[in-house]
T-cell receptor, first 113, second 114 residues
Framework: DQQVKQNSPSLSVQEGRISILNCDYT??????FLWYKKYPAEGPTFLIS?????DKNEDGRFTVFLNKSAKHLSLHIVPSQPGDSAVYFC????????????FGKGTKLSVKP | DVKVTQSSRYLVKRTGEKVFLECVQD?????MFWYRQDPGLGLRLIYF???????EKGDIPEGYSVSREKKERFSLILESASTNQTSMYLC?????????????FGSGTRLTVV
């Protein structure tokens, strides 16, 4: 059973507009959430994270929102740029020193010029 | 910068061959992981290791084994390669407790089994 779900396999957005990528989770014990970005033929790279004690974390054009009651998080990219076109993975952790990450299946974002 | 280096970017192997995928990290991380990425299936955990000479099965360990003789090196072994093991293989490492930055991934190895 998938504990981390990204229900949209793909998203297409116009350059300059907002991109919103969504992620739902089922385990209320997750205490850290992360977003990774992956270009073809490269490994995923860390983008932004949020602790479960917060509801928002911002880093430049990227903002992650966490709604614990809905078990939902979202990544906002404003403004979107063609270089943002990639696959975005949502990940969650149960914490502890080992803290395995559980990944969603990814959403492919295409930003059109 | 933490570097996770995977020895090969592209590999082509024959069915039945024994295949070794090597991964080295240079930041003294305790934890190392092997994933495979397939379209529509996301990242699936094969094996992971929290310390030298220890290993734990992930979600899809069948057909694979691992070796961690030194802290910096984590090897994935395909005992007898099959066509359904054609995939992108990703190695990752993390320091214990460093959840705010999660994993650092290597660039991946695209393996084709023919």
């Amino acid at each position: 059973d998938q504990q981390v779900k990204q229900n949209s396999p793909s998203l297409s957005v116009q350059e300059g507009r907002i991109s919103i990528l969504n992620c739902d989770y089922t385990n209320s014990m997750f205490d850290y959430f992360l977003w990774y970005k992956k270009y073809p033929a490269e490994g995923p790279t860390f983008l932004i994270s949020i602790s479960s004690i917060k509801d928002k974390n911002e880093d430049g054009r990227f903002t992650v929102f966490l709604n614990k009651s809905a078990k939902h998080l979202s990544l906002h990219i404003v403004p979107s740029q063609p270089g943002d076109s990639a696959v975005y993975f949502c990940a969650a952790s149960l914490g502890g020193s080992q803290g395995n990450l559980i990944f969603g299946k990814g959403t492919k974002l295409s930003v059109k010029p | 910068d933490v570097k996770v280096t995977q020895s090969s970017r592209y590999l082509v192997k024959r069915t039945g061959e024994k295949v070794f995928l090597e991964c080295v990290q240079d930041m003294d991380h305790e934890n190392m992981f092997w994933y495979r990425q397939d379209p529509g299936l996301g990242l699936r955990l094969i094996y992971f290791s929290y310390d030298v000479k220890m290993k734990e099965k992930g979600d899809i360990p069948e057909g694979y084994s691992v070796s961690r003789e030194k802290k910096e090196r984590f090897s994935l072994i395909l005992e007898s390669a099959s066509t359904n093991q054609t995939s992108m293989y990703l190695c990752a490492s993390s320091a214990g407790g460093a959840l705010s930055y999660g994993y650092t991934f290597g660039s991946g190895t695209r393996l084709t089994v023919v």
